[in-house]
Nanobody, 119 residues
Framework: QVQVVESGGGLAQPGGSLRLSCAASVTIFNFYIMGWYRQAPGKQRELVASITDAGNINYADSVKGRFTISTDNGKNTLYLQMNYLKPEDTAVYYC?????????????WGQGTQVTVSS
């Protein structure tokens, strides 16, 4: 069974940095696309950043220039480097991995990691 597990959340001050990690239980070459989503209290879950198996990257406008998504294929890990954090970045961050096999799409979600930006 495929599992993805996030780590690296915590408390940061405005302007600070955090790096989130998402470790997959299988090779990430299996995945068509991987991404980070976040959900703030009272709000819908939103896409933060994604990366495809072809290396195409997409960012939400609100994080462009501040966040960087990347992968380490040897460690089967997805990262999100978050710089210049703002209070509005406070949310639970989720890792998502999408696998496509025989015409069927499978989505795998982590349990989420809390990011709080506050002075």
């Amino acid at each position: 069974q495929v599992q993805v597990v996030e780590s690296g959340g915590g408390l940061a001050q405005p302007g600070g940095s955090l790096r989130l990690s998402c470790a997959a239980s299988v090779t990430i070459f299996n995945f068509y696309i991987m991404g980070w989503y976040r959900q703030a209290p009272g709000k819908q879950r939103e896409l933060v950043a994604s990366i495809t198996d072809a290396g195409n990257i997409n960012y939400a406008d609100s994080v462009k220039g501040r966040f960087t998504i990347s992968t380490d294929n040897g460690k089967n890990t997805l990262y999100l480097q978050m710089n210049y954090l703002k209070p509005e970045d406070t949310a639970v961050y989720y890792c998502n991995a999408n696998e496509r096999y025989a015409g069927i799409s499978y989505d795998y979600w982590g349990q989420g990691t809390q990011v709080t930006v506050s002075s």
